[in-house]
């Protein structure tokens, strides 16, 4: 029923660039916060960035000035342009939905792997 489906995470060298998307159907897109988070094993899920319905957004100090959280809502899709990319942003990203009400649930895609290395 409701699917956010990551994609075009991959393999890309330090200093390299990587566009995500995130697709997602079954909920009333525009009504909801669009955000992106990712993992390291061992680490606990850490927000990378937030895109409010208005268009608010928010990023996580370590990507400040180098991540771009975008959204289409005639796509129904979130985008996160990243661009002088570290070994340390390594992680399965994962992309969220959140209605900001807290008796509905929020979603989560099932991630998509990024590594950055030499």
């Known amino acids: 029923q409701v699917q956010l489906v990551e994609s075009g995470g991959g393999l890309v060298q330090p200093g390299g660039s990587l566009r995500l998307s995130c697709a997602a159907s079954g909920i009333m897109f525009s009504r909801y916060t669009m955000g992106w988070y990712r993992q390291v094993p061992g680490r606990q899920r850490e927000l990378v960035a937030y895109?409010?319905?208005?268009?608010?957004?928010n990023y996580a100090d370590s990507v400040k000035g180098r991540f771009t959280i975008s959204r289409d809502n005639a796509r129904n899709t979130v985008y996160l342009q990243m661009d002088s990319l570290k070994p340390e942003d390594t992680a399965v990203y994962y992309c969220?939905?959140?209605?900001?009400?807290?008796?509905?649930?929020?979603?989560w895609g099932q991630g998509t792997q990024v590594t950055v290395s030499s």
């Open positions: 969220n939905a959140d209605s900001q009400i807290i008796s509905l649930p929020d979603y």
């Open positions: 895109i409010r319905i208005a268009g608010r957004t």
